[in-house]
Nanobody
Framework: QVQFVELGGGLVQPGGSLRPPCAVSGSIRSIYAMGWYRQALGKQRESVAVITRGGSTNYADSVKGRFTISRDNAKNTVYLQMNSLKPEDAAVYYC?????????WGQGTQVTVSS
């Protein structure tokens, strides 16, 4: 069984910052990549930021320059520094871990951007 601990969601004003961490534990080996995805109401889930074990990163165009993903391989933990948040960043954010041919998903954390 794989467990995710996702923290750091909540309500923030436009222009504000959040830094949700995600820790993965349990029966999971050789995680290749971890990342954050989001799904806004009425929209499909989309990739926000992904980081591989080697440190390579990929960002959605909409968050480049504002979001930074980092990872602690020893702790199987990934962090997403979100700066200059906009109302359109509001969504449920899901942590993902890719190991072998399997994607594992966290339960999601709500991010609301509103004044």
């Amino acid at each position: 069984q794989v467990q995710f601990v996702e923290l750091g969601g909540g309500l923030v004003q436009p222009g504000g910052s959040l830094r949700p961490p995600c820790a993965v534990s349990g029966s999971i080996r050789s995680i290749y990549a971890m990342g954050w995805y989001r799904q806004a109401l009425g929209k499909q889930r989309e990739s926000v930021a992904v980081i591989t074990r080697g440190g390579s990163t990929n960002y959605a165009d909409s968050v480049k320059g504002r979001f930074t993903i980092s990872r602690d391989n020893a702790k199987n933990t990934v962090y997403l520094q979100m700066n200059s948040l906009k109302p359109e960043d509001a969504a449920v954010y899901y942590c993902n871990a890719a190991a072998g041919n399997t994607d594992y998903w966290g339960q999601g954390t709500q991010v609301t951007v509103s004044s």
